[in-house]
């Protein structure tokens, strides 16, 4: 007997002919969590450059610096393991230092180049050790027989030759370029290409904090792309997604950290939240924050600030909001409660998804290619948020995926309702 596969029904021998397939796109969401993106200033590495970092990063070797002194990733990483840094420095001289013929020059430009010290030990059968340290602690040993063998390490790279006896070599010369305004503006331009969710910055300057602003305005409105802002202390913003953080907080230790540092660790949460509330979300490790009487922390939820409260023994987010207030009939109070705000962008980032890796291009605009594209709305982006009970169930009337003003367009209408969390009681007890 004769089988296989048909693509028309033109077969001439007898047999089975079949064909295997799938009845839908098998479309699977996104990960509706994302990386936070940290804009520093560091006296030490590659400048200008997007770097992932883990747990696991040579921090001293990257940055100059351990983990635990550099306070934005630190705290960064209480709240997700999705971090990538930016140094926002320009490209300082690089420290050297010379014993005879051998020079050692610093790996990257900035002050902390000048922490840098090698030590040469002549050995008695043609070799030497080569030792460099790094803020007085050894970070590399080498036993060579000449320059040549010398493997370039974190901190710094050899030339010339080695010397024939004993020798220190103090690196000096090392400067930093501070960073600019421009600085800033190059940093976020090159986030267009990068895939993050928020970006944090604590900083005073305002011009900075405009202009952050006016990036994540263009980023949502005009590019689809739903990421937020953090900063500190910027109810100017009055936009869904800025997020303005007032206060700081205390950790165990007694080390306090003011607002411009305590806003990494919530724009760390925030990267990593998905349809959860960080209202109540308690700060890792904080023992007291910057305590504020009842009226000035119901005056900066109404100016749209994250307030840092004090509560049964820790530190706790009094509620997740945003900077919008300017409330209309088409934004209204739901744009402020950023549990919302990120459901909207789990469902603008999920559409936009399955259209373009699915239907642009490949499925012709007809009734029976509108109906697949909103089987799979309500599939892969709506059923999911109504299982989790981000969204109530709703009305399959209600999605309407219809033909645009030109052929090639499609013109999509869904109507939903997003859920906030429980946050405010109002009991009344009758007493018998």
Known sequence: MAGGNWETQNKVRPGAYINFETNDLGATGLDSTGAVVLPLTLDWGEVGKFIKVTSNTKFQEMFGKSLGDIIPIREAFKG???????????????????????????????????????TVTVGLEGTSTVK?????????????????????????IFTGELPTSDATLTLAGGTTVAATNESYSECAAGLDTQDFKVVAIGTNDATVKTLFTLKVKEWRQQTGKNVTVVTNDYKA???EGVVSVLNGVTLEGNEELSAKDALYWYAAAYANATTNSLTYAEYPGAIDCERKSHDEIVQALK????????????????QDINTFRSFTVKKNQDFRKNKIVREMGIVSNNVQYIYSKFFIGKVDNHANGRDLFKQQIMKVVLDPLVRVGAIDPYITEDINIEQGAEKDAVLATIGIKFNDAMEKLYMTVACK
């Open 132 to 156: 460099t340290f790094y803020n007085g602690s050894q970070v590399d040993s080498q036993v060579v027989a000449n320059v040549a063998e010398l493997e370039p390490n974190g901190f710094l």
């Open 303 to 318: 100016d749209g600030h994250i307030v840092y409260t004090f509560n049964n023994d820790s530190v706790v987010v009094e």
């Open 237 to 239: 913003a009055d936009f």
């Open 80 to 118: 997700t393991g999705q971090v990538i840094v930016y140094n926002l420095n320009g490209e300082g001289q690089k420290a050297t230092a010379t014993s005879g013929t051998l020079v050692a020059t610093a790996k990257y430009g900035g002050t902390d180049g000048n922490k840098i010290r090698v």
